[in-house]
């Protein structure tokens, strides 16, 4: 037992490492595709708010905190709107933590906004911003005024597929400005760099992060089918001739192994666990995808990423077999559905006749 436990240190300790080697790297690719969305955003204002979004990013990359990412997000949040507010969502409540913009900023903090108000209940359902008008949560608009023509809008903070704040924003008592173009770019880019953050810190063992953290997911949006003997002996049958014995075996010993219980009657454990596989599976292929962009490409155009790659991929497969091969999440093989979802771009055929999955 002693042993396992050391290896499992040793492991997430060399995780850590190559994350925290590969940090400029991630950073530079969180740019590059922020910045793709740029011209849109800043046409109306001849680029000017292109170059505060570039501000922006440049100013998340150098925080180290959630804190210190949320605080960014709501400084550069003001210069796109009249005024912001950002809820934390912890269980059924969601609780201003700061404001910009108000004439009492912090009077605001702790003023709990309702979670059953059709606007908000809309956004932390799809995900999705919402208008936040004359019809948005009575009391807030109480508390802070109706802005001008009812031009405001409340977006979601998601993280880990699960909305963890709100950020409402609007132009303002007077009126004024509220670009919901850069709004939407900026949300996107904290919660990029959280999920970064968040995965560094699961390698380096899960410290207490500062408040507000926000709160993990309660359940995994991946099902599970069971999968039959019957299904398994196929599977091993079906594996290519020329494979590898090793591969064959996977292919067999990863589809027998069941999950006894449908995901709606998971323990709080158990979707613990399956999350953090899918997080592990997921930061092992974005590592492949990043360090092999043009492999990656050329294996798309010809259909044969499992051949361009085949030494990444079979490394980084027995890394996630050796941390979770074992466990109930072995059944889901998140690697497999992470790699056709990442670098084949939903399309299985594209890692080619070879693949082993």
């Not at 490492?17 to 590059?32: F, G, S, Y």
């Not at 680029?47 to 959630?66: H, I, K, P």
């Not at 999350?275 to 292929?285: E, I, K, N, P, Y």
Request: charged share 25%.
């Amino acid at each position: 037992m002693q042993d396992s436990k050391q290896i499992e240190f040793i492991a997430e300790r060399v995780v850590s490492e190559v994350l925290a080697r590969h940090l400029p790297e991630i950073r530079q690719e969180m740019v590059r595709r922020v910045i793709a969305e740029l011209p849109a955003a800043g046409a109306s204002e001849g680029g000017a708010a292109s170059a505060v979004l570039e501000a922006a990013l440049a100013a998340l990359q150098d925080v180290t905190s959630q804190a210190d990412i949320l605080n960014v997000l709501l400084d550069f949040a003001a210069r796109f709107s009249g005024r912001v507010a950002l809820f934390v969502v912890r269980g059924e409540t969601a609780t201003v933590w700061q404001a910009r913009g108000f004439p009492d900023d912090n009077g605001l903090r702790n003023f709990n906004l309702n979670l059953t108000d059709a606007v908000v209940a809309r956004v932390v359902h799809e995900r999705i911003p919402g208008a936040a008008g004359l019809d948005f949560d009575p009391n807030f608009l109480a508390r802070v005024g109706h802005a001008a023509g009812g031009n405001a809008i409340l977006l979601p903070l998601v993280l880990r597929e699960k909305v963890s704040a709100l950020v409402y924003s609007d132009c303002g008592l007077e009126g004024g400005k509220l670009d919901v173009s850069a709004l939407k770019l900026l949300m996107r880019s904290a919660g990029m760099w959280l999920e970064v953050l968040a995965l560094r810190k699961a390698m380096i063992g899960g410290a207490p992060a500062p408040e507000p953290a926000p709160p993990v997911p309660e359940r995994s949006q991946v099902t599970v089918a069971s999968v039959t003997p019957e299904r398994a002996a196929a599977v091993a049958a079906s594996a290519p001739a020329h494979a590898a014995p090793q591969q064959a075996a996977h292919a067999a010993s990863r589809t027998a192994i069941a999950v006894a219980t449908p995901e709606s009657d998971w323990t709080p454990e158990e979707r613990d666990l399956h999350l953090r596989a899918q997080r592990f599976a997921r930061l092992l292929v974005d590592e492949i995808k990043l360090y092999n962009q043009a492999k990656v490409a050329e294996g798309r155009a010809a259909r044969d990423l499992y051949d361009r790659l085949k030494e990444d991929i079979d490394k980084s497969r027995a890394s996630y077999h050796k941390r979770y091969g074992s466990t109930p999440a072995a059944s889901a093989d998140y690697f497999t559905k992470e790699l056709v979802r990442i670098l084949a771009d939903n399309d299985a055929s594209l890692l080619g006749a070879n693949f082993p999955g």
